[in-house]
């Protein structure tokens, strides 16, 4: 396929997406037969720029990592906001990486529905919408004969989605098991070598894991938006924020984490959730003190890991990273080749 | 797409694909539009059956238990062999689960390339066509129109082959590292448990792991077989049985194996092999001492890792069983939903 993108967001992952396509341009056409343009960017800060027959993105990478505007590029129509780029330019597919609120998940949406509705494909690394209306976009998609791909949302470009969707066909999926948050797994690792959790906290701050506001990484709410996208997408379920239990890592003390050591045990915040034998989902996002042999164990740092529960193979897991600019930039990739693929 | 399939070979893992198919024929019409008869079935111990509208598979498998023959099938043909069936059947696509010599790859090889060459596609468990010819036999395929899948070769059902084509396609994979035989890890387990390795493989033996003659298990000749053929297919490379070092477990003495765990570490049987500057492939069958920080330290019982090296995600590992009638019998119907989706 042709494709011709527009970038909605032009922050740090939609240039790591842009910096992967143009090293790998090459590879992408003869491997997979993956050709580009990227007709057009909008993004909130840095302006909006739309020329049809393409971008030089090279110069655009290098008005951006100056600190300027897309108005400074040569050519183009530079008076399109978001939602004009979306229905106005020649783009067939959207990359929509905007800065969304994950409770509401807008401006996504909006963002999601018009490509949608105009019969455009959306790949995107926000969660929001698919925590909110995952079945919904997924089926507009379909209606428009369009895909919207997120493998993003999990473990950012660890290819969890894909697994479960593609390679793992075939299989129920009854329940999934995982280490979906990398920030709580790192300050974990450091209190069992005997760092406090401040000072853990706060050395994850420093490396960029944490944000100055932990409170969506230790509390748990981002490993449950996950849990959620999981039940919803994975098991082909339809639940909401407030059905998952929830307790973060705050309350774990350093005498717990040695006392877990001492017994060959290590502590993890795990997400899960399991079908039951109604049909409903039981899911939480709770502390729980593996044993070693349990394969979560032994996944430190800010790694991910994520244990599918299938009726034909038993217990499936994949580790990888969870996070990163380039990692998430990635993901959008892995859903371009899957279009790709399709196409 | 509506399959037509032949069985060439009907033991175990046919039977057990067979099983899937029957069990899950709603499930795969609806969520797949994968629908199927099996048209014939040919086995050098059981006879062979030919019936072109498709085979009640209850009976076959119902003769089959009961030890009969498939001559004592009500209808069909019933004298053709294992090459008539693949030539004169009306199948498109050959289920080719022989029983193989897995140094020459015979019969296998036969079958598939007769497969191939008439344009029809093959799904296989068979280790021996793909370490001996795996370019070949792929090219063969691709220039006759038809799919040659073997995701069973490697660990089962655990869709590792399909996970490096299609869900980390975009990555370049340098190399890889993994416990490929769950017979040797299992005697490894028992062995950190206190058991000798006498005892071990007994057990081993017993539980239907490990053969009588345990030499290719124990001696790293099945997992060197895996690594010939990860780092053909997945590395892109073209190395033989002999361009690998190999080293089984049954020097590791129970000494060495405590000694190990005072050091929080494991051993573990490895097979990996690494794209090297110059572009040569460096490849090894070696038992590892691990920390048991390494995801694959944790692997434990008659469990298979495989970790990828990626240049763009670095290293992504797959947990799963690696053996098992039903397991490796679903690793063909994940090459079936392969076919099915490209169609």
Redesign the interface.
């Known amino acids: 396929m042709h494709f011709k993108l527009a970038f909605i967001g032009f922050g740090t992952v939609g240039q790591g997406l842009t910096e992967?396509l143009l090293e790998?341009k090459d590879?992408?056409a003869e491997?997979?037969d993956f050709n580009y343009i990227i007709v057009a960017i909008s993004d909130i800060m840095k302006g909006s720029v739309y020329e049809k027959y393409g971008l030089d993105m090279y110069k655009i990478l290098d008005l951006v990592k100056n600190g300027k505007k897309l108005d400074e590029y040569p050519t183009g129509i530079k008076d399109l906001d978001s939602l004009a780029t979306i229905k106005k330019s020649n783009a067939d597919t959207i990359v929509e990486v905007t800065y969304t609120d994950i409770k509401t998940g807008e401006p996504a949406i909006t963002y999601i529905k018009t490509a949608l509705g105009a019969g455009k494909n959306v790949v995107s690394t926000n969660k929001g919408p698919v925590v909110k209306q995952a079945v919904e976009l997924l089926k507009m998609a379909e209606s428009n004969n369009a895909h919207y791909g997120f493998e993003g949302v999990v473990l950012a470009?660890?290819?969890a989605l894909?697994?479960a969707r593609?390679?793992?066909?075939?299989?129920?999926i009854n329940g999934f098991k995982g280490i979906l948050n990398g920030t709580t797994n790192y300050i974990l690792t450091r209190m069992e070598e005997g760092m406090s959790y401040d000072n853990a906290l706060k050395k994850a701050q420093v490396l960029g894991y944490a944000e100055a506001d932990p409170t969506g990484d230790v509390e748990g709410l981002d490993a449950l938006g996950k849990v959620v996208i999981l039940s919803n997408v994975v098991l082909g379920k339809n639940i909401g924020w407030k059905d998952v239990e929830r307790k973060g890592i705050t309350e774990i003390t350093k005498d717990e984490i040695v006392k877990a050591k001492a017994e060959g045990k290590r502590w993890k915040l795990i997400g899960s959730a399991e079908i039951q034998s109604d049909g409903s989902v039981k899911a939480k996002v709770w502390p729980e003190k593996l044993p070693?042999?349990?394969?979560l164990?032994?996944?430190?740092e800010a790694i991910n890991?994520l244990?599918y529960h299938t009726d034909?193979?038993?217990?499936?897991?994949?580790?990888?990273?969870g996070a990163g600019r380039?990692?998430t930039g990635?993901s959008l990739?892995?859903d371009l080749?899957e279009i790709n693929?399709k196409s």
Chains 1, 2 share one sequence.
């Open positions: 992967i790998k590879m992408l491997q997979y470009g660890t290819p894909n697994l593609f390679s793992l066909a075939g299989n129920k070693l042999s349990d394969p164990a032994s996944v430190n890991a244990t034909e193979l038993g217990p499936i897991t994949i580790v990888g990273p380039r990692e990635f990739l892995i080749l693929r």
